[in-house]
């Protein structure tokens, strides 16, 4: 319930075009619930249907998630679970959602992982992300968006705890 309601509360204090804004909650309900838009799909359904995709569509989808994740960021929220599932897609616009793994950095937050509890998805896991989830910061979102354009290019899932640039457009290795 906790997770649940610290979700919530980081999601709603995000309020940009590509992070999904929460419409409606009640997190004192039984079971707690909040209301988002419905996507038309998320960014895995899309690989899945379309597989690789061409530079200027990887290039774009980046962006949108980038800067979804840098507000994130400057508000002091690190996402800690980017991977296509939880890339929503609206209309044309790509949506950052499910903070369900987030973690608050400013000071007075509380801290809900404990240091030895696994956290996030294996492909998309930055290293020190496998080895001290408490101590991940805003490197590990950013990781994790290099595992997602690796994807876009190539159609493939990204290897864990290893970076395959095989496929991937050169323009896009920096």
Same mark, same amino acid.
């Given at each position: 319930r906790s997770r649940y309601k610290r979700e919530v509360r980081l999601q709603r204090r995000l /309020? #940009? &075009? =590509? !992070?999904?804004p929460v419409l409606g909650r009640n997190l004192s309900a039984s079971p707690p619930w909040f209301t988002? &838009?419905? +996507? /038309? +799909?998320?960014? @895995? %359904? /899309?690989? *899945?249907?379309?597989?690789?995709r061409d530079l200027p569509w990887v290039v774009s989808a980046a962006r949108q998630i980038l800067a979804g994740v840098a507000h994130a960021h400057d508000h002091d929220v690190v996402h800690r679970d980017l991977k296509p599932p939880n890339v929503l897609r609206l209309g044309d616009v790509l949506k950052v959602a499910d903070f369900g793994l987030g973690k608050d950095l %400013?000071? /007075? @937050?509380? #801290?809900?992982?404990?240091? =030895? %509890? *696994?956290m996030g998805t294996s492909a998309y896991m930055a290293p020190e992300q496998f080895d001290d989830p408490k101590s991940v910061g805003k490197p590990a979102d950013v990781y994790a968006i290099g595992k997602i354009v690796c994807e876009l290019s190539t159609g *493939?899932? &990204?290897? !864990?705890? @290893?970076v395959d640039l095989d496929g991937v457009d050169r323009d896009l290795h920096y």
């Open positions: /309020d #940009h &075009p =590509n !992070v999904m988002m &838009p419905l +996507a /038309d +799909a998320s960014l @895995a %359904q /899309d690989i *899945r249907e379309r597989g690789k %400013q000071e /007075d @937050a509380t #801290h809900l992982t404990r240091t =030895n %509890q *696994r *493939r899932r &990204p290897p !864990v705890r @290893a």
